[in-house]
């Protein structure tokens, strides 16, 4: 796939499968603001500017959904197609991409390739990764162009066919990539109360969000019993947390009235489903999210933080690394030696990553708001506010209480950074902790300490 001077260009670069991915999405992030920058991409005909396209292009390699500008009307169809272009290589990868060339023109795709493939798409190892990366473009292809079919029929009496079809395809492959993006100023807004739009745009990011693998193995087997742990654990988790997050929003929300207070009860339900589920780094709204209550707010960052699955076009912590932390918390409290679950023992070393995971995601949301708590002071921004955004950037959702469009050019690029690792940085560090088990020639010995 690469060329045959690649692995020694590699070895003299100490570029390892991580430095190669972060690399690519760096090299993408530069071409993509190079091009939106340009007039053309502009539906003025006058540059966006460099740190606004920079930005976007940010947003969509690493399928985020903040704006500083307003997609529909700032940017031309050529700046439309370009970013979907970009939505698209962020949310499949873009070794994925290089698998689909490789195979076209009948190259051979050796074992370091492999190991790129096997980062790029977070398998477990390099057995059927080159299957997996083709599989997953058939995934996409048949997801999205039945959401696409299904929107523009929706919208084809609104704004006629040719127009209907542009909106479906943008916003289906927006919505399966877990980007965020929409042509309309409000979001979905006006399509709050819209069955057929939220079951569409819902299970279109539901899909892409619970992982490849997951999705590869529901096909495969569809029975519960013979579906693989990590599957189980994907399904359980996501279903929970979906449950409760439309329990807790839909009860905060009920009499707020400027949210769900003007909507019919029916409107209120699917409001509160959607807003629960778009958490998972969809980035979408069908309600004003600034106007929602403190409270919510608040839970929101909370599911924003853990994200989608593993293996998938979000971001976030992820579900399987959460339910880790959820089990592990709940053993420690039992007294009980092992994590279990399902009749399965949840490995040691499993756990060390989760935490790891954990804490430097952590460290990153707390920075980036520190670093906004800066830049932003002359904005009066409230503390929840800039948590909120630096929460959305890290686990790539897109949602905002308004303060992305008002960010300073420190804080657009506090964002930017935050993105980029909120993309790359758990996905990558999960990988690396995985292939770095060092063991000890001798160990220390053992000494108790108080915790708590």
């Keep these: 796939m690469f060329s045959k001077y690649s ?5 003299k670069l100490n570029l ?19 091009i939106l920058a340009m007039p053309i991409s502009s539906s003025t005909g006058i540059s966006v500017g460099w740190l606004n396209a920079f930005f976007t292009s940010t947003s969509a390699i690493c399928v985020t959904g903040l704006v500083v500008l307003n997609t529909g009307t700032d940017f031309s169809h050529f700046g439309q197609i370009v970013i979907l272009v970009l939505i698209q290589i962020g949310g499949l990868g873009f070794m994925t991409f290089g698998v689909l060339i490789a195979v076209v023109m009948g190259k051979k795709i050796g074992l370091k390739d492999r190991l790129l ?20 473009f058939y995934i996409a292809f048949i997801v999205e162009s039945f959401g696409a079919l299904l929107l523009t029929i929706r919208w084809s009496n609104e704004m006629g066919v040719i127009r209907a079809l542009y909106y479906g395809f943008f916003h289906s492959i927006s919505a399966f990539n877990n980007a965020g993006f929409a042509l309309w ?45 990590h599957t189980k654990v994907v399904l359980i988790t996501s279903g929970l947390l979906s ?117 430097i995601s952590m460290g990153v949301v707390i920075a980036a708001t520190f670093l906004l708590t800066i830049t932003e002071y002359h904005n009066n921004s409230d503390f929840l506010s800039l948590l909120f955004e630096a929460t959305s950037a890290f686990g790539t959702v897109g949602l905002s209480l308004g303060l992305t469009s008002e960010l300073s050019p420190a804080g657009k690029l506090i964002i930017v950074i935050t993105m980029f690792i909120g993309r790359l940085g758990p996905l990558t560090l999960a990988f690396a902790l995985a292939q770095r088990t060092i063991k000890q020639k001798y160990r220390y010995p053992e000494e108790k300490l108080l915790i708590g």
């Design 243 to 359: 449950l409760v997050g439309f329990l807790v929003i839909f009860l905060i929300e009920l009499f707020n009235t400027k949210t769900f207070g003007t909507l019919s009860w029916s409107d209120r339900i699917w409001a509160g489903y959607f807003q629960s589920v778009v958490t998972r780094t969809a980035g979408f709204n069908t309600i004003n999210i600034s106007n929602m209550l403190p409270t919510s707010q608040f839970f929101m960052i909370f599911l924003m933080f853990i994200g989608a699955s593993s293996g998938s076009t979000g971001g976030g912590i992820k579900t399987s690394t959460f339910a880790v932390l959820a089990l592990s918390i709940l053993a420690s409290v039992k007294g009980s030696e092992d994590v279990q679950l399902l009749k399965k023992r949840i490995s040691q070393q499993v756990i060390f990553r989760a935490l790891a995971v954990m804490a």
């Design 16 to 34: 390892t499968p991580s430095r190669i991915i972060l690399l690519g999405f760096a090299i993408l992030i530069f071409i993509g603001a190079i």
């Design 7 to 11: 692995p020694k260009v590699m070895k």
């Design 117 to 136: 493939i096997q980062q790029s798409t977070n398998s477990v190892s390099t057995e059927g990764v080159v299957r997996l990366s083709l599989n997953i």
């Design 185 to 229: 100023s409000d979001s979905l807004n006006r399509h709050v109360g819209d069955p057929l739009i939220n079951i569409v745009i819902s299970f279109l990011f539901i899909i892409g969000g619970i992982g490849f693998t997951v999705i590869l193995d529901l096909y495969r087997k569809r029975h519960w019993r013979d579906l693989s742990f």
